[in-house]
């Protein structure tokens, strides 16, 4: 009993010494809980890099909030608040990016198989239309009549004289260009699409 009493004053003298920026203490005190904070934290997330990751936001929340420590309470229950309260947050940020990453998946490749099939194109779609705007004078005519415009390779062969092998051929091509030029620009449609994903959460 006497070394139990012992044992709470000296933890009350070190959470003390912790609340007033002692860092001496404060290893301490993480030698001593961070054992069994780490398992308790590993039952729940399962996954020994995600725990020892957990662990030490625990003790980086313990050491900034060190001012709110009440000597006279269970440190014990404190730590294993802020742990749960840690582990939760973290489950929730988890869950988060793969539905962010999810649906970033969706969204490009939806965007990607716009451009593959040519029909990206929208009148108030600045980006597509520069792109456009930028191919040779001729594939640029041949996009436009086909893609947005709708002509079939035969009408659009007749209309400006040449094959439909040819118009294929440029198509292909400018096909290929706006794929590049949108993969340059991923990384604002990239920004776009998590501010969209991010409201409608």
Request: proline share 1%; hydrophobic share 40%; charged share 25%.
């Amino acid at each position: 009993m006497h070394q139990e009493r012992g044992s709470n004053s000296n933890e009350i003298q070190l959470l003390i010494a912790l609340k007033s920026g002692d860092r001496l203490a404060f290893e301490k005190i993480y030698q001593s809980y961070s054992p069994r904070i780490f398992l308790n934290i590993l039952k729940m997330v399962k996954s020994v890099e995600d725990a020892q990751e957990i662990l030490q936001d625990v003790f980086i929340k313990v050491w900034e909030k060190r001012g709110l420590i009440d000597p006279e309470q269970s440190f014990k229950s404190y730590l294993f608040q802020i742990s749960k309260f840690t582990v939760y947050n973290f489950i929730r940020k988890l869950n988060l990016d793969k539905k962010l990453k999810t649906y970033l998946s969706l969204e490009n490749t939806e965007l990607y198989t716009h451009i593959e099939e040519g029909i990206a194109y929208r009148e108030n779609d600045q980006f597509i239309l520069n792109a456009i705007e930028e191919l040779p004078s001729q594939r640029k005519q041949i996009y436009k009549l086909c893609k947005i415009e709708g002509k079939s390779y035969a009408e659009v062969g007749k209309q400006l004289g040449i094959s439909s092998s040819t118009i294929n051929d440029h198509i292909v091509k400018a096909t290929k260009f706006l794929k590049q030029r949108h993969a340059s620009f991923g990384a604002a449609v990239t920004l776009t699409v998590i501010s969209v994903f991010l409201k409608n959460l």
